[in-house]
Structure formats: structure tokens, C-alpha cells
């Protein structure tokens, strides 16, 4: 593990001005880092109510917004506006149209001038991993939502960005479907070693994707809890039938709901 952190949010406070002038507080005092874990990576999960802050720190990760006061640093470099060493995914599809899905695939490789045959090899690789081998010459319009997602995870890995912001990517897909995405991710993740930051209010999807979840309060959304995910003999569907998920995953609710106790956690087994 190296020195300087992945991720490190130091002392955030973000506000917006309604249309009515009025000043909300969207985070207050956030503080949280993700280690630097070369050729392991991380899955962290930032959970939290609706409507407490989520997207608004994603979004002063991802550089569209600039906090109050405050630093966010990624490899211990300030951030500054956006850019493509962060890649995004977010709950609605973004996939160019017109193009299918191995174009679309590539287009990040062909803003970097990689060459078309590395291009093809690169793309054809990861379509593979998110399981759309046999649609890598579709078009988005042919494929279900969750075919949509698996593009838009694609797109985002093949172009190895430092730090993955994902927010809520699974949302609007119905349980089964999303059951199948968090699969997939846990599966493309374990052959990576990306870091990703992932928000989320659903506990059951925390418990099940996260190395380390970070538990928001209520808006202005603060970090309540850093809780240490127990790594689970196995994650498939079924896992979370299982007794010990249900117990890590009471737990974590029972934080969630808890705001009195703060600090760092580690649940379950
Ligand atoms: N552009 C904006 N202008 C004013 N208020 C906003 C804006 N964006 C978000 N908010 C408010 O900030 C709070 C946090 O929003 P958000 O970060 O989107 O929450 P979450 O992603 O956790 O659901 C909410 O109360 C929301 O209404
Ligand atoms: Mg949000």
C-alpha cells in the first residue's frame, strides 16, 4: 500500500443557492480516504438516505462542482475541473446512438489516438467481461437497460481512469437485472485493479459490492460510519440469502438509522 491515498476528501462543506436565494447545505464537514491499492483496487460504497449529499460529493470528485471549502485530492493532486483520469457512470444511459456497442466501447481508446487494431483488442476484451460478446456490433437501441449499464461499465473500464465515480448506475433497473449488474461488476472487478467510488442508498447493494462502506447522515451529509465489509466465502446471488449476509446487513442498517455512533466499524463475522 502507498503513502499517498487514492482518494482523500479533507474537511468538505458544499452548498447550493435555491431559486428562492436561499443557501443548502449539502455536506458538511466530509472527511474520508480511499488507500492507494496497486493491483487490488477497491470497491468503496458511499450509502446514504435520498436526498442527503451523495451526488454532490461524487460530483466535487468528479471536478463538475468545487467545494466551499475544503480539498479533494486524487494521488494527492488537488482537483480541478473534470477530467478523463476519472471515469463516470451514471443511472441514465449516455451511449452514443449511432454507434454500436464496440464503437462505443472505443471511443474514449480513439480520443487517446490508440491505434484501430489495439482499439478492436482492447474493446472486444471488455465487452467480453460484461457479458455482451454476441451484441459487441449492436446498437444501443437494440439492447434492455441493463445491456445499456453493461455498455456504460465497459466504456468506463476500458479506458483504466484512476478512480471510478459510479452513481447509483443501477437504479432504474428492476431487481433481477440488478442483481445480475452487481455480479458482474464484483466478477469484472476481481480480473482489474480499479478503484471505484459507488453511491448508493440501498444497503443490500453496499453490503454486497463494498470493501469499505462510508455511512452518509442525513443532508447536509456528513461520514457517520467507516464499516469494513467482511469478505463473503462466496458473492453470488444466493449469498444474500444466507444468514451472515442478513446479520452484516442488519448491522449496517441499524447504523444507518443509529446517528449517535460514529467512527470506524467493522460488522459481522
Ligand atoms: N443544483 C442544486 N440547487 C439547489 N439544491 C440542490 C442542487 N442539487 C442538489 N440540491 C439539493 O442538495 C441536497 C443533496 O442533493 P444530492 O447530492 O443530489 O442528494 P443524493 O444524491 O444523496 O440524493 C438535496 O436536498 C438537493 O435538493
Ligand atoms: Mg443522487
Known amino acids: 500500500m502507498s503513502e499517498i491515498p487514492k482518494?482523500?476528501?479533507?474537511?468538505?462543506?458544499?452548498?447550493?443557492?435555491?431559486?428562492?436565494?436561499?443557501?443548502?447545505?449539502?455536506?458538511?464537514?466530509?472527511?474520508f480516504t480511499l488507500a492507494n491499492k496497486p493491483g487490488v483496487g477497491e470497491m468503496a460504497v458511499v450509502l446514504g438516505p435520498s436526498g442527503c449529499g451523495k451526488s454532490t460529493i461524487l460530483k466535487s470528485v468528479a471536478g463538475l462542482l468545487t467545494p466551499d471549502s475544503g480539498t479533494v485530492k486524487i494521488d494527492g493532486q488537488l482537483v480541478q475541473g473534470t477530467g478523463r483520469d476519472r471515469g463516470m457512470v451514471f443511472q441514465s444511459y449516455t451511449s452514443f446512438a449511432w454507434r454500436t456497442v464496440r464503437q462505443n466501447v472505443e471511443y474514449g481508446l480513439e480520443l487517446q489516438g490508440i491505434a484501430k487494431e489495439e482499439r478492436k483488442k482492447l474493446s472486444l476484451a471488455i465487452i467480453e467481461k460484461v457479458g455482451l460478446k454476441d451484441f459487441a456490433d449492436a446498437l444501443p437501441r437494440q439492447l434492455s437497460g441493463g445491456m445499456k449499464q453493461r455498455v456504460a461499465i465497459a466504456r468506463t473500464l476500458v479506458n483504466k481512469p484512476r478512480l471510478i465515480l459510479m452513481d447509483e448506475p443501477f437504479g432504474a433497473l428492476d431487481p433481477q437485472t440488478r442483481w445480475g449488474m452487481q455480479t458482474t461488476m464484483l466478477d469484472v472487478l476481481k480480473t482489474e485493479d480499479n478503484t471505484v467510488l459507488f453511491v448508493t442508498h440501498d444497503v443490500a447493494e453496499a453490503v454486497y459490492l463494498a470493501d469499505v462502506i462510508f455511512v452518509l447522515s442525513h443532508r447536509p451529509a456528513k461520514v457517520l460510519h467507516r464499516i469494513d465489509v467482511p469478505t463473503f466465502e462466496s458473492r453470488n446471488?444466493?449469498?444474500?440469502?444466507?444468514a451472515e449476509f442478513k446479520r452484516v446487513e442488519n448491522e449496517v442498517l441499524e447504523l444507518l438509522h443509529n446517528s449517535n455512533v460514529h467512527g470506524n466499524i467493522r460488522v459481522g463475522l
Open 7 to 31: 482518494l482523500e476528501l479533507k474537511d468538505v462543506y458544499i452548498s447550493y443557492t435555491d431559486r428562492k436565494g436561499r443557501t443548502v447545505q449539502a455536506a458538511e464537514d466530509v472527511n
Open 237 to 242: 446471488a444466493t449469498v444474500k440469502q444466507s
